[in-house]
């Protein structure tokens, strides 16, 4: 059986942190990874994750299942962190998964339980493996335009022109905030025109909010999915702990399906709880736990909210220091875009070549996109950053 199978593509990112490990320069630099570092190279834990392990430690006196859908708890403060007052609670539907990935997969599945022949629109770029679990599961995608090159900002002109050729039945799929990979956002004004899109073709869209409080703030950066949960007749939202929780390992993400109907919330609950029975029974429940815990708790929330803006500021701080280095490298404003980008992620935009020039001369890592991880910098690599892409002809 097993000499049936065939070699699979291996993971471009995974197989560039391997030759990034097996660099010997000591200048080398990785911008390709998708974590948090700060600014000594680490993926810190956070205090409040800390503290609330400590005192789970303490009180936990079971490791026995939770429900099919996760802790009740868990669902509630998250649903409270993403969505705050925007929908009320009986509307919702809700399940944890095996982090942020683990959700998005659960809403492919919920979405081809629902229609088969649903077209899942997705945007170019987009995070890969979005494509690669629609390849997967062999679902219809349609790309959206994006990004635009030239501008390194969002097509947006483009991008309506594309979803007004959605109709009932497909799903949009959007970046609640942060865009992965580009760090392109659209603003409120442009989030209410896609609202209304999709009210006109009837499609139904589907929010991938992995950054929430790495952009503009918890709040700021939940609005949009709050604008769409609360002006939309259904959405689908996949929600991941892992960025601004720290808690990359613990796996720790939520499925909530959204319904103006609240007629609706028993049949969408029962079929969450019925998807992750046939994929994984019971969802992981530590970092849901203490992701709960510091929610629920004023003190570690306020701690935990303060540790992350400053997360959110030091690569703000990051992305003006490395635009007003390459302006003055370069005597242009051809990069102030990464000032105005958001997130841990932006586009250069250049080409493979030119990645890989960077890498070859440089020691400088990035994907072959152009995609550089901010949070990879820190205030000294900032000027050999910028000093390689103008010595590369970028």
Sequence with gaps: MFSNLKEQPGDKILALMQLYKDDPRPQKIDLGVGVYKNAEGQTPVMRAVKAAEKQLWEIQDTKSYVGLAGDPAFGDAMIGLVLGDAVARDNIAAA???????????????VRMANPDARVFVSNPTWPNHVSILKFMGMPMVEYRYFDSATRGVDFDGMIE????????????????????????????????????????????MIDIAYQGFGDGLEEDAAATRLVASSMPECLIAASCSKNFGVYRERTG??????????????????????NRQNYSFPPDHGARVVTMILNDADLRADWAAELEEVRLSMLGLREQLAGELQRLSGSDRFAFL??????????????????KLREEHAIYMVGDSRLNIAGLNKNSVPILAKAIIDCGI
């Design 254 to 275: 939520i499925l909530m399906a959204v319904a103006q109907d609240k007629g609706l919330r028993g049949l969408n609950q029962g079929t969450l709880n019925y998807l």
């Design 96 to 110: 944890a998964t095996p982090g942020g990935t683990g959700a998005v997969r659960q809403a492919f599945e919920m």
């Design 162 to 205: 594309d979803l007004k050729q959605t109709k009932p039945g497909d799903v949009v799929l959007l970046h609640g905030c942060c865009h992965n990979p580009t760090g392109a956002n659209l603003n409120l004004v442009q989030w209410q025109i896609v609202v209304d899109t999709l009210l006109e073709t009837g499609a139904v869209p």
């Design 339 to 356: 000032a105005e980008h958001r997130g841990m992620f932006s586009r250069l935009g250049t080409t493979p070549e030119m990645v890989d």
